[in-house]
């Protein structure tokens, strides 16, 4: 069974950034992509980047294109997402996910799921 445990939310200002971590244990039938969503309140939950096993970087999100980079270490079995120039409407439960791949960042289409980390961004 496949378990991801994101960390590295909190508390940042305006311009600030922050590193989440998705680390992954468990069984996995084979090399997986990994992908970023976020959900604000209110809102739909809404894909932000996606990465396969080799590395090919899929960018959903146009907003935060330039500011916001995904990343993997096969090696730990964890991914990465590199939050820069932080903005309050960035703030929203970050999410990563499993899936077969990045073709769609439907979050339907993504199989397992973390708990989610909170990101809160304010002066």
């Known amino acids: 069974q496949l378990q991801l445990v994101e960390s590295g939310g909190g508390l940042v200002q305006p311009g600030g950034s922050l590193r989440l971590s998705c680390a992954t244990t468990g069984f996995i039938l084979n090399w997986p992509a990994i992908a970023w969503f976020r959900q604000a309140p209110g809102k739909e939950r809404e894909g932000v980047s996606c990465i396969t096993s080799s590395g090919v970087v899929t960018n959903y999100a146009d907003s935060v294109k330039g500011r916001f980079t995904i990343s993997r270490d096969n090696g730990k079995n964890t991914a990465y997402l590199q939050m820069n120039s932080l903005k309050p409407e960035d703030t929203a439960v970050y999410y990563c996910?499993?899936?077969?791949?990045?073709?769609?960042?439907?979050?339907?289409?993504?199989?397992?799921w973390g708990q989610g980390t909170q990101v809160t961004v304010f002066s």
């Open positions: 996910a499993v899936g077969g791949g990045c073709r769609t960042g439907a979050p339907a289409d993504f199989g397992s």
